[in-house]
């Protein structure tokens, strides 16, 4: 059993070659619900950490920060070996965080896997974040398995029946049901969960015992042995009986794909590149003779080593000394080191084949996100996540000459970690960071303070708009400064529903224009104007109306790059623009290049569309989060008059027995500091979380004081901006 030792290593290496008998999977789950106690387990089941710790230890949870606070906040890579009907498996597993700030790891995670463990708490039920990570699952087509969690507390806590409980459990398999059903319609019949099938498992990670049917056989203990065991206090010896780890990866072995049999059906969603070529074939085949596909998910930083890059293989086989394509650069990066994880620990190998997590050293100039390759290929899709960085701080390094290594750690972190975006403000040198809510900044400022010591100034967190367009204007002229060319331009809001498609979706120019125009279509675009399309940036988009204009062809680069300069930074407060719709309609230009070059095109192009979107009755966007709050029903009248304060919506209310569960949507500004309101508000009895939920209009009555905010931390003139700022009247 253990996997301690020379010997083990062996069986790792020797199970590497084995794709059959390799699970690559992801613990997802709402936050608290028990990932990381179950993994604990996992790994004590299989000798990797002792049994007695396991459970109190949170292995995966090693960064300092997730001991003190009790939360994952990165993804971790393990491997594990495990015995099922006569045979060994390699178990590769990635234990998620279940904090909302940190989804973007859920999904980078979900790219490297072929299926997943969905823990729900027996006693919260399916919650947000459970149907959250289920849909990431669904869309990288990663097949689910359900352990429902912390049933000890379900019959110790709650007090009910043993028909209740088995009903309550019921009711959490239909509901996961549903979401798949709902999510994923084709793979349903497949997919759907089932105890009788073995599917579905039933435990307490943290008291280390679960049943399933194909455990029941094999014990006896049923769900009224639990019951009765539980009750007197017995649970040392269900743990001895019917431990964790064998219900769980029995179920991972017998209901998880291989990447032999996951591959076929994964590649043609996570790749849009030809299937019948050479390297499309190997990597559905999951062939190890062909060509090297790789994506790296994870980056990490090894004292030792350096910098560890992380991902799945899903064709070809890595050895060291490769020289491997960086996609996005025209680079290429040579591999100092192959490995694989070990429990948690990096072990160097000769080489890794098709279908396993390998992890690299040498690769510097992958970001999460790259592939890397053996030959230049169509890079896969890139990794979508639901939500965007949308609260900021704004940081200054406290002795300027701390400055470059300020900027060598942002860098560093952004390349770990693609939901945070780094900024430089032009006006005031401070440096702004993005990311996806205040407990996400924190760490990443205390980061650079306290683990990379460099001291810095950090402003409270503050929101990002959006600015947009409410009605249509234009054509508003724009000249260049030579006055040899002019430009045209209209500006009008685009559909919501198109502009809501083309982000989820991540549509972005292509050189097939079929399929953009395609996808375009899909997304509710007029034929009209899909067909003339020439930009597409952050849910706005450039049209060329045109016809026949001499020399137009020629100078669209530098019109799009105009237009991409104000969609980055529009016209009201240097806030990015989304959902504008900017129609080039007619064009002048000279004939001679000379006089139409960048310094003439693009402020000509700027000033026009600028001047347009502030003649478009333009507003403020701001970020939106949906807030799901369940809280003993006396309490319910603190907790509405808390959400009161934060112009919050009430959408929802539902009660269920003592409890109350009450939905709203509020904005992402107004959310600052809700953790601690609402712990005082309700004696910290309330459960609670929030999910980024779009950008809605900003009220008219805040829209002044919201622009002249925003202008003043920015060091702009304090005046609203007018057209003739832009274009002589
Ligand atoms: N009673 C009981 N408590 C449990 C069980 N499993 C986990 N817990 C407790 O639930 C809390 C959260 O456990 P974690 O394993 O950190 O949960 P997690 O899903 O990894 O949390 P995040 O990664 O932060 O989303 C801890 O206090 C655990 O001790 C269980 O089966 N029964
Ligand atoms: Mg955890």
């Not at 027996?122 to 289920?134: C, I, N, Y």
């Not at 000890?152 to 009903?167: G, K, T, Y």
């Not at 109306?545 to 930074?569: D, H, P």
Request: glycine residues 8%.
């Amino acid at each position: 059993m253990a996997t301690r030792g020379k010997k083990a290593v062996e069986r790792v290496k020797q199970l590497m070659d084995r794709t059959n008998q390799i699970r690559n999977i992801g613990i997802i789950a709402h936050i608290d619900h028990g990932k990381t106690t179950l993994t604990d387990n996992l790994l004590a089941g299989a000798g990797v950490i002792s049994s007695e710790l396991a459970g109190q230890q949170l292995f995966t949870d090693s960064y300092y920060l997730e001991q003190q606070r009790g939360i994952t906040i990165f993804s971790a890579n393990v491997s594990m070996v495990h015995e099922y009907e006569g045979k060994y498996y390699l178990i590769n597993l990635i234990d998620t965080p279940g904090h909302v700030d940190f989804g973007g790891d859920v999904t980078r995670a979900l790219r490297a896997v072929d299926g997943a463990v969905v823990v729900v708490d027996a006693v919260e039920g399916v919650m947000p974040q459970t149907e959250t990570v289920l849909r990431q699952a669904m869309r990288e087509n990663v097949k689910p398995v359900l352990f429902i969690n912390k049933v000890d507390r379900m019959i110790n806590e709650l007090r009910i029946s043993l028909e209740e409980m088995q009903e309550r459990l019921g009711g959490i398999i239909d509901e996961v049901n549903k979401l798949i059903k709902s999510l994923k319609p084709d793979k349903y019949d497949k997919w759907r969960l089932n105890a009788s099938d073995g599917s579905v498992s039933f435990g307490s990670a943290l008291y280390n015992w679960a049943i399933s049917i194909g455990t029941m056989k094999r014990t006896g203990i049923g769900f009224r042995e639990v019951y009765e065991m539980c009750r007197q206090g017995n649970m040392k010896e269900l743990a001895k009986k019917c431990p964790t780890y064998v219900a769980v990866l029995d179920m991972v072995i017998k209901h998880l794909p291989s990447p032999l049999e996951a591959q076929k059906e994964r590649i043609p969603v996570i790749w849009r590149g030809d299937m019948d070529s050479d390297i499309g074939k190997a990597m559905q085949n999951c062939d190890r003779n062909g060509e090297i596909a790789f994506i790296v998910t994870h980056i990490s930083v090894d004292p030792h080593a350096g910098e560890v890059v992380t991902g799945r293989l899903f064709s070809g086989t890595l050895r060291k000394g490769v020289e491997l394509f960086v996609s996005g650069t025209y680079k290429k990066n040579r591999v100092q080191q192959v490995g694989v994880y070990m429990g948690p620990e990096r072990v160097e190998v000769e080489e890794i084949p098709a279908g396993n997590i390998a992890a690299l050293i040498g690769v510097k100039d992958a970001v999460v996100g790259t592939t890397l390759s053996s030959i230049e290929m169509t890079p896969f899709e890139s990794i979508k996540h639901y939500s965007e960085p949308v609260v900021t701080v704004a940081v200054e390094a406290k002795n300027t000459k701390e400055l470059p290594r300020l900027i060598e750690v942002l860098r560093k972190i952004s390349k770990e970690d693609p939901m945070v975006r780094v900024e430089i403000n032009e006006e005031t040198g401070e440096h702004l960071i993005s990311g996806m809510g205040e407990l996400h900044l924190e760490i990443i400022t205390h980061r650079i303070e306290h683990d990379e010591g460099v001291p810095i100034i950090t402003s409270p967190p503050i929101v990002v708009y959006r600015e947009t367009v409410r009605a249509k204007a234009g054509p508003v002229e724009g000249k260049s400064p030579n006055r040899h060319n002019r430009f045209y331009f209209e500006v009008e809001p685009l559909e919501q529903s198109v502009v809501e498609k083309i982000i989820a979706e991540g549509i972005q120019m292509e050189k097939d224009k079929k399929a953009l125009r395609k996808k375009l279509l899909d997304a509710g675009m007029s034929m009209e104007e899909a067909k003339n399309v020439v930009d597409i940036i952050e849910g706005n988009v450039l049209l060329d109306m045109t016809k026949g204009i001499q020399y137009l062809s020629e100078t669209m680069e530098l019109v799009i790059e105009g237009f991409r300069n104000v969609m980055e930074k529009g016209p009201l407060a240097r806030e990015r623009c989304r959902g504008v719709k900017v129609k080039l309609v007619d064009a002048k230009l000279h004939e001679d290049a000379i006089h139409r070059g960048p310094a003439q095109v693009i402020p000509a192009v700027k000033n026009a569309i600028s001047a347009a979107i502030l003649m478009a009755d333009p507003i403020f966007l701001e970020p939106m989060l949906e807030i799901f709050i369940s809280i003993p029903q006396n309490m319910l009248g603190n907790v509405t008059k808390d959400l009161q304060g934060r112009r919050a919506r009430i959408t929802d209310m539902k009660a269920e027995g003592e409890f109350v569960t009450v939905k709203a949507i509020a904005p992402v500004a107004e959310m600052f500091g809700f953790a601690s309101d609402i712990r005082s508000a309700t004696e910290g009895r309330a459960i609670w979380s929030t999910e980024f939920a779009g950008y809605e209009q900003l009220p008219q009555s805040m829209f002044h004081d919201k622009v002249m905010e925003v202008r003043r931390r920015k060091g702009l003139k304090l005046e609203m901006p007018q057209p003739s700022d832009f274009i002589s009247p």
